[in-house]
C-alpha cells in the first residue's frame, strides 16, 4: 500500500475514534461540560492533561528547535516540566480545595472583586488565543503534510476539524477523547524514536541512546558536534552565549505552566485534594515519556537530515547530494512550501552549511560555494524524521496522526478555557445572571467558535515556529495569572487593588515588550524593534519576558496592598481554609 | 471549613508550617537541578564527562526532568502523611 492511502487510513481511523468518544461521552449539564462530573481517576485525568498540555509545540514544534539550536533549546525541557513542580505544591491542591470550575472565579471570590475576576478573564482570553495561534500553525504544518497541500490550506482545514468537536462535546467528551489522543501520539512519538534510536546506536531507548556511541564507535554526540562544526554551525552541545536570558526564558515557561488556565482547569476535576497532587506526578509521568525522547529525537534528526545532504567529503566536487536525486520526503516538503531549495551556484548538488559563520566563509568560497541552499522550517522535523531514516510506511502515517492529536487536544483544551472564561465568568457570573443553563451552553459554544476563527486566522501569519509562539503564551500567562494564584493562597495580605493592579501591570508591560519586537497583535510589520539580542533589554528576549513580567505584578500587589486595607476577615477565612483539604467534598458545585 | 481553623487554629498553623518547609526543601531541590546543574553550574561542571557531553548537559536534557518527578511524587506521599499527623486528611 502507499504511503498517502495508508497516512489517510490511519489518520481517519483516529479521527473518527476521537469523534466517536466525543459523541458518547456529549455533556449534558454544565458541570459536565466544564469539570466532567469531577468523577476522573488521577491517573487518567493525568492522562488526559497530558494529552491537553503537549501541543504541536511539544510534539511537532519542540524536538525540531532542539535539532537547531542543541543545548539552548533546553529551556523548553526544562521549562516545560519544571511547571508541574510548582503547579503541584503551589497551586493545584489549594485550588481543588476551593471547589469552583474556573481559574477567574477563584480570583474573583479571593480578591472579593468582579472587576479582578473581569480582569483575570482578559488575561486568560489574551493568553489563550496567543497558544491556539501556535497550535494552528503546527496543525497547518501537519495537513499541509498530510494532505499534500500548502501550509494555508492544510491550516483552514485543521480549523473546521477542530471546531467539530471541540463545540460538539465539552470538557467530559475532550477528557476522555484526549485519553485516546495521548496513547496515539505518545505511541507515534516514541515508535519511531526507537527505530532510529536502534539504528543510530543500537540502543532501544533514545532516553540512553543519545548518551552512547554511534554504531561507528563514537560518541553520539561527539559525532554530531564534528558534523555540524565541519559545515560551519555551533556545536550541537555548546553552552549558550547568554545564559541570563536561558534563565529568564526557562523560568518563564516555568511559572507560565503554572499559570496556564487550560491546565488548572484540569485539577478541578479530581475528587480530592490528595488527587490534585497524584494528578500532578501522574501528568507528569505522561509528559517525561516524550519529553526524554525529544532530546534524542531532535539529536538524531539532526544527524540523520546532514548526512541526506552531506553525502560525502564537505568539499568535496560530489559530496553534496544531487537536487535531481532528492529523495521523496524532500518533494512533499517541497510542496508544502515548508523546505525550500534555491541552486545558488548552478551546480545542481544541495550545500547546506551556515553562510553566517566568517570563519567557514573562506572554506566555503574556496569549494565554490555561493550561499546556504535549503532553508528549511524547523516544524517540519519530527514529521519528516520517520521518512529522512527511512522507516516503513506505517510509522510515517502514524506520526502524522500523532502530530494532529497533539494539535487538536490542546487547541481543544484552550478553547475549554476561553469558553467557559466567556460563558460562565463574564456572562454567568458578572453581566447576565439570570442566563439559564442551557443558554450558558450556547454561549459557550459561540465563544469557542469566534475564538477558532480567530485564532486560525493570526495562524496564517505565525509571529514564530510554534513552540516559539507558545512560548509567549506562557510568558502571559507568567506574568498575570501565575502570581495572583500564589499570592491568593500563600497571602493573606493581599487584597484586591494590589492584586488587579499588579495583574495589569504584569500582563501590560509584557505584551509591549512583546509587540515591540514581534509586531503590534502579530500583525507583520509592525515591530518596532528589530528582534535580535542587541535590541533586547539586558539581552532578554520577548519569550523570556515573562519572568519579568511576573516580577513587576508581585511586587505591584504586594506593594500597592501594603499601602491599602487589608482584606476583610471573612477573605482571610477563606484563604485559611483552601490551605486545609478536610472538607472538599463539600465544596462541588455552587 | 472556617470553622475548623477556628477551633483548632494552632494545629492549623504547624500543618501550614509543616506544608511550607516541605515546598522549600522540594523547591530548594528542583532549583539545583535545572537553574544550578543544567545552567548556572555547566560551565563549572564541565570536567565531568557524561556519553559524549558533559553532566551539565545531561540535567539539562534528561537529569532534571527525572528529578521533577520524583519530587512531585515524595511530595504528594509527604503530604499526605502530614494531612494525616494533623488529622486533616479527607
Known amino acids: 500500500m502507499d504511503l498517502q492511502t495508508l497516512t489517510y487510513i490511519v489518520v481517519g481511523a483516529s479521527f473518527a475514534l476521537y469523534i466517536g468518544i466525543a459523541f458518547w461521552a456529549r455533556a449534558g449539564s454544565t458541570g459536565e461540560f466544564y469539570a466532567a462530573g469531577r468523577g476522573v481517576h488521577p491517573i487518567a485525568n493525568g492522562m488526559a492533561t497530558a494529552a491537553d498540555w503537549m501541543s504541536a509545540a511539544s510534539f511537532i514544534s519542540m524536538a525540531g528547535i532542539i535539532s537547531f539550536s542543541g543545548y539552548g533549546a533546553s529551556a523548553y525541557l526544562m521549562g516545560w516540566t519544571g511547571g508541574y513542580v510548582l503547579l503541584a505544591m503551589l497551586l493545584a491542591p489549594y485550588l481543588r480545595k476551593f471547589g469552583k470550575f474556573t481559574v477567574p472565579e477563584f480570583i474573583g471570590d479571593r480578591f472579593y472583586s468582579s472587576t479582578a475576576r473581569i480582569v483575570a478573564v482578559v488575561c486568560l482570553i489574551i493568553c489563550s488565543i496567543t497558544y491556539v495561534i501556535g497550535q494552528m500553525k503546527g496543525v497547518g504544518v501537519a495537513f499541509s503534510r498530510f494532505l499534500e497541500v500548502d501550509a494555508s490550506t492544510g491550516l483552514l482545514i485543521g480549523t473546521a476539524i477542530v471546531f467539530l468537536y471541540a ?75 547568554n545564559p541570563f536570558n536561558m534563565f529568564m526564558f526557562t523560568m518563564s515557561l516555568m ?19 490528595s488527587d490534585a497532587r497524584w494528578t500532578a506526578g501522574w501528568s507528569l509521568v505522561f509528559i517525561a515519556i516524550l519529553y526524554t525522547t525529544a532530546p534524542g529525537v531532535g539529536a538524531m534528526a539532526r544527524m540523520n537530515l546532514m548526512d541526506t545532504i552531506q553525502t560525502g567529503a564537505v568539499g568535496a566536487e560530489d559530496g553534496n547530494l544531487l537536487y535531481e536525486s532528492r529523495p521523496d520526503w524532500f518533494k512533499n516538503w517541497e510542496t508544502t512550501g515548508l523546505l525550500k531549495f534555491e541552486d545558488k551556484n548552478g551546480d545542481g548538488r544541495i550545500q ?45 502515517a502514524l506520526v502524522a496522526a500523532g502530530g494532529l492529536a497533539a494539535a487538536l487536544s490542546t487547541a481543544a483544551g484552550l478553547l475549554m478555557a476561553i469558553s467557559s472564561a466567556v460563558s460562565h465568568d463574564l456572562l454567568k457570573g458578572t453581566f447576565t445572571p439570570q442566563i439559564t443553563e442551557k443558554q450558558e451552553l450556547m454561549w459557550a459554544r459561540i465563544s469557542m467558535a469566534v475564538a477558532i476563527v480567530i485564532s486560525a486566522y493570526l495562524g496564517l501569519n505565525p509571529p514564530g515556529f510554534a513552540a516559539q509562539v507558545v512560548a509567549l503564551a506562557f510568558g502571559l500567562a507568567a506574568s498575570s495569572i501565575f502570581p ?18 499588579g495583574m495589569v501591570a504584569g500582563i501590560a508591560t509584557t505584551l509591549l515588550y512583546i509587540f515591540t519586537y514581534k509586531g503590534w497583535f502579530f500583525i507583520p510589520g509592525t515591530a518596532m524593534l528589530p528582534n535580535t539580542p542587541d535590541n533586547h533589554l539586558l539581552g532578554i528576549s520577548p519569550e523570556a519576558f515573562g519572568t519579568v513580567g511576573a516580577i513587576i505584578n508581585f511586587a505591584v500587589a504586594y506593594g500597592v496592598s501594603a499601602m491599602s486595607a487589608e482584606p476583610p476577615k471573612e477573605i482571610q477565612d477563606l484563604v485559611e481554609s483552601i490551605r486545609i483539604p478536610k472538607g472538599a467534598g463539600a465544596a462541588i458545585d455552587h | 471549613m472556617g470553622g475548623i481553623m477556628a477551633e483548632n487554629n494552632e494545629s492549623g498553623h504547624a500543618y501550614w508550617k509543616a506544608n511550607l518547609n516541605l515546598i522549600a526543601i522540594c523547591l530548594v531541590i528542583w532549583f539545583i537541578a535545572s537553574f544550578g546543574f543544567g545552567l548556572l553550574l555547566r560551565p563549572a561542571l564541565s570536567g565531568i564527562s557524561v556519553g559524549g557531553s558533559d553532566l551539565g548537559f545531561w540535567f539539562a536534557q534528561q537529569g532534571s526532568i527525572w528529578v521533577f518527578l520524583g519530587l512531585i511524587f515524595f511530595y504528594a506521599i509527604r503530604m499526605n502523611a502530614i494531612d494525616k499527623k494533623f488529622g486533616v486528611e479527607e
Request: aromatic content about 10%; charged content about 15%; some cysteine.
Open chain 1, 484 to 501: 495572583a494564584l500564589m499570592m491568593g493562597i500563600f497571602s493573606k495580605r493581599v487584597n484586591s487593588k494590589g492584586a488587579i493592579l
Open chain 1, 167 to 241: 463545540v460538539q462535546g465539552g470538557m467530559k467528551g475532550i477528557t476522555y477523547t484526549q485519553i485516546a489522543q495521548y496513547c496515539v501520539l505518545i505511541l507515534a512519538y516514541t515508535i519511531p524514536a526507537i527505530f532510529i534510536s536502534m539504528e543510530l546506536t543500537g540502543n532501544i531507548l533514545p532516553q540512553v541512546g543519545l548518551f552512547s556511541n554511534h554504531v561507528s564507535g563514537e560518541p553520539l554526540l561527539t559525532k554530531l558536534d564534528q558534523i555540524v562544526v565541519d559545515l560551519g554551525f555551533a556545536e550541537y552541545t555548546s553552552f549558550t552565549s
Open chain 1, 255 to 273: 511559572i507560565g505552566t503554572a499559570g496556564l488556565p487550560h491546565v488548572i482547569i484540569r485539577f478541578f476535576t479530581v475528587p480530592k485534594v
Open chain 1, 352 to 396: 547546506y552549511y551556515n553562510d553566517k559563520s566568517t570563519s567557514f566563509a573562506p572554506k566555503a568560497e574556496e569549494f565554490g560555494w555561493k550561499g546556504n541552499e535549503l532553508t528549511v522550517d524547523r516544524d517540519i522535523m519530527v514529521l519528516a524524521n520517520p521518512e529522512i531514516a527511512k522507516l516503513p510506511n506505517w510509522v510515517i
